[in-house]
């Protein structure tokens, strides 16, 4: 079986789930460039609550989890499968309850649309849990890292960069904040380095760090797939770019 890799994916706008851009076609490039996985699990910034799940169903439901977006929008399903017997296994591995009422929310089908346009890859979302420390995040990941010799893909859906209320809105293209390049260069040097412990500190960072990840729902998702990143193995950064000059676009592909 192939040893999959592990890879975190800047998500951004959910418009992108529709438009051709040069995010958009990376996302396809690195479908195309990589072996079909038996599954993908996948860890999104939109299902962060207080509680460690996974989902169980067999058709997880395509959810439209955003509003005061155009209707083509809303019209997008992902019918990927999922795969109960993973699920029940992530459970036991993972000390998480199954799920039969989320599915697939836009942080995973949003990227997903374009990896696996098919929608033929089986797909099991797990949980942000909100009540634990990045620590516990970073650890999860790291037992999510033993499928990767299974054929399965691990994948982060977030932003290292994620900051609404600075978001230019309406004004495309916008010049990065200062603080946005400087946050998103510390945790690429970081990540390059083979360097986490600060990236899982990340709150000790300062002030860039704070501006970059006010709330931690779409940081998270990274120290999942930093965990899963076996001894000596180098980082690509196949996707760069800032998004209305506060969400960081980059994807991050371990092996």
Known sequence: MTTMPAIFFGHGNPMNAIEHNAYTDGWAAIGRSIPKPKAVVCVSAHWYLPGALVTAMEKPRTIHDFGGFPRPLYEVTYPA??????????????????????????????????????????????????????????????????????????????????????????????????????????????????????????????????????????????????????AGEKAAFPIEGIDGGSVSMLTVRLG
């Open 81 to 230: 499968p999922g795969d109960p017997a993973l699920a029940q296994r992530l459970a036991s591995h993972l000390g998480a309850e199954l799920d039969d009422r989320w599915g697939l929310d836009h942080g995973t089908w949003s990227v997903l649309v374009h990896v696996f346009p098919d929608a033929d890859v089986p797909v099991v979302q797990v949980s942000l849990d909100e009540t634990q420390p990045a620590a516990y995040h970073y650890e999860i990941g790291r037992r999510l890292g033993e499928l990767r010799d299974d054929g399965i893909l691990i994948a982060g859906s977030g932003n290292i960069v994620h900051n609404l209320h600075a978001y230019a809105w309406g004004r495309h293209p916008a010049e990065p904040f200062d603080w946005a390049l400087r946050f998103e260069a510390k945790a690429r040097a970081l990540i390059e380095a083979g360097d986490h412990q600060p990236l899982v500190d990340y709150e000790s960072l300062g002030r860039d760090a704070a501006l970059s990840a006010p709330t931690p729902d779409h940081y998270l998702p990274l120290l999942y797939v930093l965990g899963a990143r076996r």
